[in-house]
């Protein structure tokens, strides 16, 4: 059985045949998915991934199921299946239809009892600990603004959340240099700093950790940014807010960055917290291509999970331990 949890289950070149893959389907069109059908769980909101997502699987050929959120309600929250009956004969009796589960959910255990519990794959959307599919979109935007080849130096200043944790996998993976700048109190512990340099070791780039914005993007060709306050953490925005003032990239912290340097956001941003508006509506902005692009790579995972001719890209996954921890 093949899944994907997180970019580290993917290999450098298994990345870059995905990104190959994505942009060719999105050039033949060609119906892959013909036939397969992808049931959604959706605990969080969600715009790009659920919309983007639909929209390729369509083209492709296959069917997006809803599995809706507010007949599963729990206390209040969408909790998929739990409400009803066990995760178990949940995943057992979606996994009789669909043909995949694409989740966004709270919590990584959710995913990895879905993955243990069910007989298809299951293709995380995002969890409170890693973003791959946004990860796979931000790489596509930075090669066709960059290239294939070149190494690059991107700075990410702001929260060390799931979105900069899958972004740093994926950009040491491929070579290039990392630089993260946010508060001492809403940073790295000292498992995923180790982690981020083993990968800059083993890979070839580098990794630098600092509470000064200006240095995290000094000589950046990208600068990346996500919202300071998740989804989940509203209970935080007074503390987080008053911590990460100083990381809004305006125009003086862009301009530390080199000339032609691109900036990026994951989406939604929010306008006059982490970045103003005369950095979102730059020329170098490229939110919307990371918009795009989430669509596209979308096409390319779901092709190698799900047609036969594509899927020698994806390697088994072990199945989990059941831990929130981080497992390398």
């Known amino acids: ?35 397969k059908n992808i049931g959604f769980v959706f605990e969080k909101p969600s715009l790009r991934t659920k919309i ?14 809803q ?34 589960i694409f989740a966004r959910v709270y919590s990584h255990t959710t995913l990895e ?29 930075i090669q066709q603004n960059f290239g294939k080849e070149k190494k690059l130096n991107i700075a990410f ?8 944790f899958s972004l740093f996998e994926i950009a040491l993976q491929m070579g290039h240099s990392v630089s993260f700048g946010g508060p001492q109190q809403y940073s790295w512990d000292e498992e995923k700093l180790n982690y981020f340099s083993l990968l800059s070791v083993q890979f070839g780039g580098s990794f630098n950790s600092t509470t000064d914005p200006a240095e995290a993007v000094y000589n950046a060709d990208i600068v990346y940014t996500d919202t300071f306050v998740s989804m989940g953490e ?13 990381y809004q990239v305006n125009e003086k912290l862009f ?8 900036f990026m956001h994951c989406l939604p941003a929010h306008r006059g917290i982490e970045v103003t508006d005369e950095v979102m509506d730059h020329p170098n902005s490229w939110v919307y291509q990371q918009a795009k692009n989430r669509k ?17 890209l994806f390697k088994p996954v072990a199945q989990p331990e059941l831990t929130e921890s981080l497992s390398k």
């Open 113 to 141: 009892k879905m993955m243990k519990y069910g007989t298809i794959p299951v293709v995380n959307a995002l969890c409170n600990l890693h973003h791959p599919m946004q990860a796979l979109a931000d790489l596509l935007t």
């Open 157 to 164: 200043v702001g929260d060390a959340n799931n979105v900069a």
């Open 1 to 35: 059985m093949n899944h994907l949890l997180t970019i580290g289950e993917l290999e450098p070149a298994q990345i870059q045949q995905l990104l190959d893959l994505s942009e060719e389907l999105e050039a033949t069109g060609e119906q892959v998915l013909h036939g």
């Open 296 to 312: 596209i790579v979308s096409k390319g995972v779901f092709a190698a999970l799900l047609s036969d001719e594509y899927k020698p």
């Open 52 to 65: 983007g997502t639909e929209v390729a699987i369509n083209q492709l050929g296959g069917n997006a199921v």
């Open 255 to 262: 301009s530390a960055a080199k000339a032609d340097a691109g």
């Open 234 to 246: 509203e209970h935080l925005f007074d503390d987080k807010i008053r911590h990460f003032q100083p």
């Open 67 to 100: 599995i809706e959120a507010d007949l599963l309600l729990a206390n209040g929250k969408a909790v998929p299946f739990t409400c009803r009956e066990s995760l178990f004969d949940a995943m057992m009796n979606v996994s009789q239809w669909c043909d995949a």
